[in-house]
């Protein structure tokens, strides 16, 4: 049984404290696993506990859209292939969940927008309010620092389209980059899973869908192992990442297999981190990006970062 989480990758404020919320949910989520529960059980338990803590970039205190609204991500996924993603999710607590209800009570594999609401509330997801006062005052901030007329690392064409925006409706730019959530585990039976929970980018568009819910691209489990990927979404939905690292655990270690996903990363400066378990249970994880919060836990013992 084990267990590994991520929190995000880039630069991170408050380590600290972030590191310790990380310790805790990992004993959470490994509990399930003792308790005989599946990988899926344990990885939803993670993700839910991460979403519903706002000193992460999903669920409550997720980034902030242009227009100043909370459009969320997620996806889960067990080692039979089967998948459930929500994307561009509004006003609901904890899309993992809705995810989860996707995979399990549809034919389909992605909601998104209106529908995926909808479907939430059919679920008996009640409406939410995300918008917390700290991404509040970072949307202030950005809106003055905006006028100061500077470029965006990741977002280049943003200042050609952004008077087409009202800007009434307020712009924001975060300092914090990344704070993605995510969990892969193996269970008992040698089950695998792996879910991914997200805000998307600082600053995105409205409608954008990053590589959370693209099953493959920043979320994948196979009978060979399971992935959560964090970072510049564009560039893992081109790499296809969480796929490529799990074909390539088909004969190697996750670590290794790891490795050889950020050395494409590198190729085309895919800022991006990753955690794995692979069938037997070896986890990996890394990341090209200044920081990445993690945590594991197996053979009983615990490993944070
Ligand atoms: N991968 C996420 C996205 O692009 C962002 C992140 O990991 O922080 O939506």
């Given at each position: ?5 991520h929190?995000?990758a ?13 310790a805790?949910?990992c004993e ?5 696993l003792k ?5 899926l ?7 839910v506990e991460?979403?519903?803590?706002p ?5 409550t205190g997720?980034?902030?859209?242009i227009e100043?609204?909370v459009e969320?991500?997620a996806?889960?996924?067990s080692?039979d ?8 999710i509004k006003?609901?607590?904890n899309?993992?969940?809705?995810a989860r209800k996707v995979?399990e009570?549809t034919?389909?594999?992605?909601l998104?927008?209106?529908g995926?609401v909808?479907f939430?509330?059919l679920?008996?997801?009640p409406?939410y309010?995300?918008v917390?006062?700290?991404?509040k005052?970072?949307?202030e901030?950005g809106?003055k620092?905006?006028?100061e007329?500077?470029?965006?690392e990741?977002?280049p064409?943003l ?5 087409k925006?009202?800007?009434s ?6 300092t ?7 969990a892969c585990a ?11 929970s997200?805000g998307g980018?600082?600053?995105?568009l409205?409608g954008?869908?990053?590589d ?5 691209a920043?979320?994948?489990a196979?009978d ?5 990927c964090?970072g510049?979404?564009e560039c893992?939905?081109k790499?296809c990442?969480a796929k490529?690292v799990c074909?390539?655990?088909?004969s190697?270690k996750?670590?290794e297999a790891i490795?050889?996903?950020?050395k494409?990363a590198?190729q085309?400066?895919?800022?991006c981190?990753?955690i ?5 249970g070896?986890?990996?994880f890394?990341?090209?990006t200044?920081q ?8 009983g013992k615990i490993?944070?970062?």
């Open positions: 049984m084990v267990i590994i989480i929190g995000g880039g630069k991170i404020e408050n380590f600290k404290k972030r590191k310790g919320i990380m805790k949910v959470l989520g490994y509990e399930i308790n005989n529960g599946s990988a059980d344990a990885v939803e338990r993670a993700v991460l979403e519903d803590s000193w992460f970039n999903a669920g997720a980034t902030l859209s100043g609204e969320l991500d996806a889960i996924m080692d292939l089967r998948a459930g993603a929500v994307a561009c006003e609901v607590k899309p993992i969940l809705v995979m009570e034919d389909h594999i992605i998104s927008g209106e995926a909808r939430a509330r679920m008996g997801f409406k309010n995300l917390t006062q700290r991404r005052r970072m949307l901030k809106i620092k905006l006028k007329d500077k470029p965006l990741y977002l064409g200042k050609k389209l952004m008077d925006y009202s800007e409706e307020g712009f924001h730019l975060p914090e980059k990344y704070g993605t959530v995510g193996i269970d008992k039976e040698g089950k695998l899973a792996a879910a991914t997200t980018m600082f600053m995105h409205p954008r869908i990053g959370t819910p693209i099953i493959g920043g979320n994948y196979c060979s192992g399971a992935i959560s964090t510049h979404g893992i939905i790499l990442l490529t074909d390539a655990m088909k190697m996750a670590q490795n050889l996903a950020l494409l590198n085309y400066n895919c800022k981190g990753l794995g378990i692979d069938k037997k070896n986890v990996g890394g990341f090209n200044p990445m919060l993690w945590a594991y836990i197996r053979n490993e944070v970062e």
